[in-house]
């Protein structure tokens, strides 16, 4: 027979065994499981640290973008070429930093909006230091256009996605303090540059952005994700007989019958949220207006119809296989067949063409009025304050249920398109400040309404594949708006023919906008699916705006 401690010894192996098995099954449940717990974004806490990375993301981009046309003369003398040729340097830039969107929102989806943000801060101070080293513009337009342009856009979609990412029911408030940062970067950034141009010159301005540019890995450095699906489960294993730890006099086994439970822990982590894994990442408005939550009993519920969590994957060596296929699924060329889209597609092209020409020439018409070169600047500063008001404004106005943001977004259009076509018959820096006013105004209340309009017309479920393709249009259009206004001065000699032909590109705009009503059919309002089976109880929020 075995004495005592040969029989706990077989227990205890027994159990050893018992427990190695619980594991495995654990990581099998673990790989099939298809149903991961859903969680609540901070809403809050941590989130205002996304924000105000995101602030000063938006802040370092837009302020770049919207001070080129400071640095356009310069250039001009440098080069010693023609306006339109110039302007493709600063158009490669925006369109590029617009249309790349989709292949940054693909990154983004698969390695994180920090590493994505990262990329970008690096890839776009180079550019712009580099800049500084270019023979000619046709080198400039491909490292501090296409390169720079690139870097710019992989720092400005994270910045954009990661508060709609950490914020629910407060987004809307998150993302007008976000966005701000625009125009914040636009007011701050005219007499920065100014001063920085006047003293040092355009190259040693360009250092100067440069190095402002790779701060922002600091703040891109503090994208980190969502984690979701830590759970742990307690198993009672089999109860074996303890080790004796003492003897009598008699040597007897104190306690004979002591015994102990061995409990095992298995914890199971699913990993981090995507970026893009909901419908609603890119909508900018209060989700309480939309359908998908008016339909729904719970804030969980709605969370659940939106979320669209993949399987985590196991493979190794295989990161960089599936960015093309998230790449095709971001990009739904279906959408192209669908008649509402193409006409809002058409009209933010032409508003889009217009929408920086007044950025890049407003300071050189000033001149030719005789107003001096800083306050000059100061025009593209009023504009980058009035964006914030505009920002802030209609989105307030917008998150109203009543308020009919279709129409807020046409006549933002033809107050843009009025206040182009004003600029070159101002003849003095008031009624110049004033017309700036109007259109800082009122493109800031268009470019905030964008997500909104096309959940309106496309819905939910189409958002990000119709805003990957918009932001595509949108930079084609940024890429020929300058250049063509460039040229049109170089024929005629005035700024009067590129401002007007902005302010018909935004009339033209408008007036495409107004006919999608037209366009739409009634079986486009999508049915809702409320029958989903929801696993996670939680009531709705008494503070959802």
């Known amino acids: 027979m075995m004495n005592s401690d040969e029989e706990y010894e077989a227990k205890a192996k027994i159990a050893r065994k018992e427990e190695q098995r619980l594991k ?37 981009v837009d302020g770049v973008s919207f001070s080129f046309g400071l640095l356009l003369p310069f250039l001009v003398e440098h080069y010693g070429e ?21 292949l940054v929102s693909a990154v983004a989806n698969k390695f994180g909006c920090r590493i994505a943000c990262l990329i970008g801060c690096v890839l776009a101070s180079s550019a712009v230091a580099l800049s500084t080293m270019c023979p000619s513009v046709s080198v400039m337009m491909l490292v501090y256009g296409v390169l720079g342009g690139m870097g710019y856009g992989f720092i400005y979609l994270p910045a954009v996605v990661m508060v709609g990412y950490y914020f629910e029911s407060k987004r809307s408030l998150a993302t007008g303090i976000a966005v701000c940062g625009t125009g914040v970067g636009a007011f701050a950034f005219a007499p920065l540059v100014t001063a920085s141009l006047k003293n040092f010159g355009w190259k040693y301005t360009n250092l100067f952005l440069a190095g402002i540019t790779i701060s922002c890995a600091l703040f891109g450095a503090l994208m980190k994700p969502l984690n979701y699906g830590v759970v742990e489960e307690n198993v009672v294993q089999e109860k074996v007989p303890a080790r004796p730890r003492s003897r009598t006099s008699e040597g007897n086994v104190s306690n004979p019958g002591a015994v102990f439970s ?11 949220v995507q970026p893009l894994a909901r419908k609603d990442v890119l909508y900018t408005g209060s989700i309480q207006n939309l359908k998908e939550f008016q339909s729904r009993t719970s804030l969980a519920e709605y969370r659940h119809s939106v979320h669209s969590l993949n399987k985590p ?18 990009l739904d060329l279906s959408l192209l067949k669908d008649a509402v889209f ?3 597609a058409f009209a933010t092209l032409f508003a889009i063409l217009a929408f920086y020409i007044p950025f890049v020439y407003l300071v050189e018409l000033a001149k030719t009025k005789g107003i001096d070169e800083s306050q000059g600047s100061m025009l593209i500063s009023i504009i980058g304050i009035t964006n914030i008001i505009g920002r802030i404004g209609v ?29 070159p018959l101002c003849s003095s820096f008031a009624t110049l400040a004033a017309v700036s006013v109007v259109f800082g105004f009122s493109v800031a209340g268009y470019i905030s309404l964008t997500s909104i309009i096309l959940v309106e017309f496309l819905g939910l479920d189409k958002l990000t594949n119709a805003f990957g393709l918009i932001i595509l249009f949108r930079g084609a259009a940024a890429t020929f708006g300058t250049p063509i ?36 059919k009634n079986t486009e309002l999508v049915d809702r699916d409320v029958s989903a089976p929801i696993n996670v109880k939680e009531e709705k929020s008494d503070n959802v705006v």
């Open 24 to 60: 495995e099954e654990f990581q099998l449940e673990e790989g099939n499981d298809t149903e991961p717990h859903i969680p609540a974004p901070p809403d809050g806490g941590y989130g205002w640290v996304i924000v105000f990375a995101s602030f000063i993301c938006n802040m370092v």
């Open 82 to 102: 023609t306006k339109g040729t110039t302007a493709w340097v600063g158009s490669l830039l925006t369109g590029f930093q617009l249309g790349a969107g989709p």
């Open 262 to 272: 061995s409990t095992l822990s298995i914890t199971k982590r699913k990993g981090s």
């Open 313 to 330: 994957k196991t493979s190794k060596g295989k990161s960089f296989c599936n960015v093309s296929e998230l790449l095709g699924d971001l």
């Open 342 to 344: 193409l006409v809002l």
């Open 395 to 423: 989105g307030f106005i917008a998150d109203f249920p009543k308020v009919n943001n279709f129409l807020i977004n046409n006549i933002c259009l033809v107050l843009a398109a009025i206040g182009v076509i004003i600029m």
């Open 485 to 520: 206004a460039g040229t049109l001065y170089d024929y005629t000699g005035s700024y009067t023919i590129p401002f007007f032909f902005g302010g018909a590109a935004f009339a033209i705009s408008a007036l495409i906008s107004m006919s999608a009503p037209c366009f739409r």
